[in-house]
C-alpha cells in the first residue's frame, strides 16, 4: 500500500553529513612521518640481521593514534531545506570581478562562514562563531566544514545496495572536496568547483 503525502512528509528526515576536525595537527603530521619511518624500518629488519626496530616504531604510532581520539572534534550538518539555502544565496551575492573572473555565483567571504552556521547541527555555531571560524582556520579545516554543509544541503540521500555502490558513492564525495573544477548535477541546479570553493548554476 502507498504511503500518502502526509505520511511521507512526516517520514522525511533532512540529510545529515559529519566531518572530523583534528585540533591538534602536529600529531597528525607526527604520524606520519612514523609511518614512512616504520615501512623504511620494516623492510632493513627482514633484510638484516640486527635487533627489530619496527615493532618499537608501530607501538608508538598506536599510542599516538589513542592520543589523537582525544585531539578530534566531529561536526554535524542538517539540511537547512531549498529555501533557505536558496535565501542564503541571494543574501550573499558576488562581487562583479568574482562572477566574472572565477564564475562564483556567491560571495564566499560571506557565504561560506554563514552556510556553515545555518546547517550546523552539532555543535550549534552561531554567525560570529563561523565567521571566526572562516577568519581564523586554515582553508583545509574550512573547506572541509563547507563541503560537509553544503553535502548536507545539495545531495540527494541513497541507498548503496552493493560494495560497488559504496565506492561509487565514495568517490562522488571525494570530487566535492578536490580543488579543481568539477561537475555534480543536483535536482535543480549543477555544482561547480571553481578555486577551491563550488558555486551554484541553473540548469539550462
Known sequence: MSKSFEEIRRLKKPNEVTVEIVLDPETSRVIDELERRYEREKRLDERQNRAQLAPNILKEIENLREQMEDDKVT????DPGRQKFDALVDAF???EQDRKENQFQWDPDGFVPA?????A???KLSDVEAKEIYDEWGRGDVEALF??????????ASIPFTKRDTEAI???VQNLITPQKEESPTDSSQAVRI????RIEPRS
Open 75 to 78: 561536526f554535524s550538518f542538517r
Open 93 to 95: 551575492p558576488p562581487s
Open 195 to 198: 578555486s577551491g570553493w563550488l
Open 147 to 156: 563541503n560537509a554543509a553544503l553535502q548536507a544541503s545539495l545531495e540527494q
Open 121 to 123: 547541527l552539532d555543535p
Open 170 to 172: 565514495l568517490a562522488s
Open 115 to 119: 552556510l556553515i552556521a545555518l546547517a
